[in-house]
T-cell receptor
């Protein structure tokens, strides 16, 4: 049973460029949440996707957008990259239904913006 | 919006000493979860607390959820070097029928042998 997989694991971009990060949730999970974790900080909630729609959004600008596909996989897109976007981007999958909202995290995509 | 505060930010202990981290939410939570992140790793789920006043134990780890469901604590008895990492609490509230998990800044634990 594969867990949450993310790609790429590492990438380097320059200011102003655009990036797309990908996530495949744990088998059987239907909800994908994206988090940004700066060095030494806790994960910051970006948004959550369920049934191919954005259901919840954190305090992130419109430069951050996403998508969920019918197979529940998801993409995170960031446009017009800033130096401050350098961080570990974590994808977490879960089941929407019920109280048990345990998140299963992937290994993350470490983005460096130069 | 919902905020989760965690203290202390950092603690170093001698192996065998106890360790406690505290978590406070600005709003009442439906439940609270605890995660551990090893250096260079990703957060890994430890436990979820749902009921007011709930206490759960996992070997040397004791988790508590406050009566008002706005605070929580994690206590580790007799720390070991394998306990090294950052411990995050994460509060879950409901909005419009969809859950959202908000993480605290974490407490980084260093254990000296």
């Amino acid at each position: 049973d594969a867990g949450v997989t993310q790609s790429p694991t590492h990438l380097i971009k320059t200011r102003g460029q655009q990036v797309t990060l990908r996530c495949s949730p744990k088998s059987g999970h239907d909800t994908v949440s994206w988090y940004q974790q700066a060095l030494g900080q806790g994960p910051q909630f970006i948004f959550q996707y369920y049934e191919e729609e954005e259901r919840q959004r954190g305090n992130f600008p419109d430069r951050f957008s996403g998508h969920q596909f019918p197979n529940y996989s998801s993409e995170l897109n960031v446009n017009a990259l800033l130096l401050g976007d350098s961080a570990l981007y974590l994808c977490a999958s879960s089941l929407r239904s019920g109280v048990a909202g345990e998140l299963f995290f992937g290994e993350g995509s470490r983005l460096t913006v130069l | 919006g919902q905020q989760v505060m965690q203290i202390p930010q950092y603690q170093h202990v001698q192996e065998g000493e106890d360790f406690t981290t505290y978590c406070n939410s600005s709003t009442t939570l439906s439940n609270i979860q605890w995660y551990k992140q090893r250096p260079g790793g990703h957060p890994v789920f430890l436990i979820q607390l749902v009921k007011s006043g709930e206490v759960k134990k996992q070997k040397r780890l004791t988790f508590q959820f406050g009566e008002a469901k706005k605070n929580s604590s994690l206590h580790i008895t007799a720390t070991q070097t394998t306990d090294v990492g950052t411990y995050f609490c994460a509060g879950q509230g409901w909005s419009g029928g969809y859950n959202k998990l908000i993480f605290g800044a974490g407490t980084r634990l260093a254990v000296h042998p």
